[in-house]
């Protein structure tokens, strides 16, 4: 048993959801309790799609455990064929019904349905929502992609995209966009976009191109192997590793490079003076491991920002991830554990996270500025308007994104300067978020202010007997220090203090500390 808040993921089947719903043609069985359909409201209301999923769930409830849930099971698979008339039929268990061992597989295969049905098997107690998404994509090609022979013309698969992913829908558009500018066709997109019909031809495409390797990874390996297709290994997100992704992709379809950065504006914003006060900024990036390696070397490359912390909560891909944590001189937190985020981003004291929608969540709690990066998402980040994060446009789009919750380069200098002042008093936050909003008479009239930033005590809640103590002086002149970095100050100032045994942090420490640290 483990004590569970929030999760980053969902069950597998959620997963298996996520290619249905993405494709036309394709039908789910899933036998599940009465009640797993609130799993609908993920695509009806946060991806906003305009009909049901295509799933048909059992929905057996607790008087049907006496009877026969297995017939349930055939009636359902039997209606959803004849009403919806797929292509391919999968079926699978969710957890509840994983424990009443019903075989749904079997079930279905005796049933003689003129179509393919794909049984999955998705361990729900041991595996999680991206394991759903890879293993039902990498079933559907396995089953459906059929021998062919290559089209005349160079093209490549766009492996990866499903429903409910974080800009799926835009990284599409951009990245059809580079392989267009270099005369690649686009044989299929797959699972989102696709039909069952269309993955028998996976194999007349030249190459792979692998978007999201959460969720297509083995079916891409398996292609390789099968196929004899090649698949891109980098991720267009940001500039340098769209120019990167450009060659490798040229390499594959053996012609000359070709990017068209007319509407590139990303170098040039990072590069242009008011851009300056971005350097050194630290910010922890957390998220999946894909978008969350990526957001971190442009932060790092393409910024100018010092990043503090990485860190991802899809242990699949752990690996790489700590290797990029290693050369960046940081602590990897491979960690399903929200609060152990949590904690970390409290001990490194960012100036910025770059995130999921939960360490958004965290970054209020710390009074630290946040920009989501990565699944798990809620509604706002299916926007109506084109907002991609690979290619040209997803370049500018992650620059706007990121900049835009920090205080701005004049108001952080006015902050440092006039910290008593009424209006940029360090507490009252940016003000392009509101943060001078008067306050509601009879509470007292003063500033608001956001919640206590500068301490990891906020997390813990209590002190430990030996942890130093501020003396007021010390107390006051590390109020001096812009509120952004303050948090990083009295860290190391109490770590330093409580190396030496120093009970008592004076002035002398603190700037003791700060040579220390300079050093
Ligand atoms: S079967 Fe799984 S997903 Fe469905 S309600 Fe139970 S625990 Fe949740």
Known sequence: ???????????????????????????????????????????????????????????????????????????????????????????????????????????????????PVIALELPSYSRKELFGTDETFYQLARTLAQPCGRTPEVSCNILGPTGLGFRHRDDVVEVTKLLDAMGIAVNVVAPMGSRPSDLARLGAAHFNVVLYPEHAETAARWLEREHGQPFTKTIPIGTRATRAFVEEVAGLAGIAPRLDTGDLRQPWWSASVDSTYLTGKRVFVFGDATHAMAAARVARDEMGFEVCGLGCYNREFARPLRALAKEMGVEATVTDDYLEVERAIAAAAPEMILGTQMERHIGKRLGIPCAVISAPVHVQDFPARHSPQMGVEGANVLFDTWVHPLVMGLEEHLLTMFREDFEFSDAAGPSHHGGHAPVAAGEGGSAPHPPEADSPRSISGHRKD??????????????????????????????????????????????????HYAR
Not at 479 to 502: C, D, L, M, Q, Y
């Open 1 to 115: 048993m483990k004590l569970t808040v929030w999760t980053y993921e969902g069950p597998p089947h959620v997963g298996a959801m996520r290619v249905a719903t993405g494709m036309e043609g394709l039908h789910y069985v899933l036998h599940a309790p009465q009640g797993d359909t609130y799993a609908d409201l993920l695509f009806t209301m946060i991806e906003r799609r305009g009909k049901r999923p295509p799933v048909t769930y059992t929905t057996f409830q607790a008087r049907d455990l006496g009877a026969d849930t297995a017939t349930l099971f055939r009636d359902a698979c039997l209606a959803a064929y004849d009403r919806f008339r797929p292509e391919a039929l999968i079926v699978g268990a969710s957890c509840t019904a994983e424990l009443i061992q019903d075989d749904p597989g079997g079930l279905a295969e005796r049933l003689g349905l003129p179509v």
């Open 466 to 515: 030996a942890e130093p103590v501020w003396a007021a002086a010390a107390e006051r002149e590390l109020r001096k220090i812009p509120f952004f970095v303050r948090g990083k100050a009295r860290r190391n100032t109490e770590s330093f203090a409580a190396e030496r045994g120093v009970a008592e942090i004076t002035v002398d420490t603190l700037y003791e500390a700060k040579a």
